[in-house]
T-cell receptor, first 108, second 112 residues
Framework: EDQVTQSPEALRLQEGESSSLNCSYT??????LFWYRQDPGKGPEFLFT???AGEEKEKERLKATLTKKESFLHITAPKPEDSATYLC?????????FGAGTILRVKS | ETGVTQTPRHLVMGMTNKKSLKCEQH?????MYWYKQSAKKPLELMFV???????ENNSVPSRFSPECPNSSHLFLHLHTLQPEDSALYLC???????????FGEGSRLTVL
């Protein structure tokens, strides 16, 4: 059973069309949830860390939220430069498990 | 230089070659990692070094051999690879083991 599931696999948005990406998990004893952005052919870039349910973090057009079972990455009024793959990763115990990612394409 | 630097960025090798990937971090971190990224698959953890000691080896074939001579440098030695080993190999570092990861740009490996 997958411990981390990201949905949708791919998302196409028009510029300015707000939406959310989902990261759901089944592990217990969560010690942190991380969001990363990855551009094609490059390494993932760290965005946020969330530690407890109810926590929120914001950066420019991105806002990450966390509940006991899932995290959302909200993208408000996206621009073409927001196009990338967004990865979430969970830390439990001393393990770090990545999801498969959501590929986001924003068209102008 | 800042951050995590990986060389080479691209590598093409035959199945009988021996090559090495290099990673250097300038962040003063204590842990370093090798990940494999294949198309449409989650990042796969290969090796972790914490304070220069290997702490994880996730059933990686012996044709991959890591080396961590000090806390700033990490190598991945490659020999007699298979075509299915073609992937993006990512190096990362974190302040502490399993903390926030900072990745390099990756080394794109193609095995012919």
């Amino acid at each position: 059973e997958d411990q981390v599931t990201q949905s949708p696999e791919a998302l196409r948005l028009q510029e300015g069309e707000s939406s959310s990406l989902n990261c759901s998990y089944t592990v217990s004893g969560l010690r942190g949830l991380f969001w990363y952005r990855q551009d094609p052919g490059k390494g993932p870039e760290f965005l946020f860390t969330l530690y407890s349910a109810g926590e929120e973090k914001e950066k420019e057009r991105l806002k990450a939220t966390l509940t006991k079972k899932e995290s959302f990455l909200h993208i408000t009024a996206p621009k073409p430069e927001d196009s990338a793959t967004y990865l979430c990763a969970l830390k439990y115990g001393n393990k770090l498990v990545f999801g498969a990612g959501t590929i986001l394409r924003v068209k102008s | 230089e800042t951050g995590v630097t990986q060389t080479p960025r691209h590598l093409v090798m035959g199945m009988t070659n021996k090559k090495s990937l290099k990673c250097e971090q300038h962040l003063g971190h204590n842990a370093m990692y090798w990940y494999k990224q294949s198309a449409k698959k989650p990042l796969e953890l290969m090796f972790v070094y914490s304070l220069e000691e290997r702490v994880e080896n996730n059933s990686v074939p012996s044709r991959f051999s890591p080396e961590c001579p000090n806390s700033s440098h990490l190598f991945l030695h490659l020999h007699t690879l298979q075509p299915e080993d073609s992937a993006l190999y990512l190096c990362a570092s974190s302040q502490d083991y399993a903390g926030e990861l900072f990745f390099g740009e990756g080394s794109r490996l193609t095995v012919l």
